[in-house]
């Protein structure tokens, strides 16, 4: 993450984990926070949020505050292989589709 992200600030709150910062593209910026249960990480994906959307159709409403559905072109969660650095690369890149 600090390699590739280095504006994402790791934060804990809890059982919560992630990051958080602004993305900016296309001089525009986006509060993005990656977040994580400690308990549940790496089997359950994390939820990414932004703010704001650049659209709004690939969120998921459950109650809390939208989080994106960032699924897409066979890039499904594989604990193996994926990291919280790799929700925030197909965040950006759902960005640079939809702004």
Not at 9 to 25: A, K, S, T, V
Not at 36 to 59: D, R, T
Not at 62 to 87: E, F, H, K, V
């Amino acid at each position: 993450m600090d390699e590739n992200f280095p504006q994402m600030e790791p934060f804990q709150n809890g059982d919560r984990i992630g990051f958080q910062g602004l993305i900016r593209l296309y001089g525009r910026s986006y509060e993005m926070v990656v977040e994580g249960l400690i308990s549940h990480y790496p089997q359950i994906e994390p939820k990414v949020y932004l703010n704001p959307h650049p659209e709004e159709h690939h969120w998921y409403r459950t109650g809390g505050q939208p989080y994106l559905c960032y699924r897409r072109d066979g890039q499904l969660w594989s604990p193996a292989r994926s990291t919280l650095a790799s929700c925030v690369a197909v965040a950006i890149k759902y960005i640079k589709e939809f702004s």
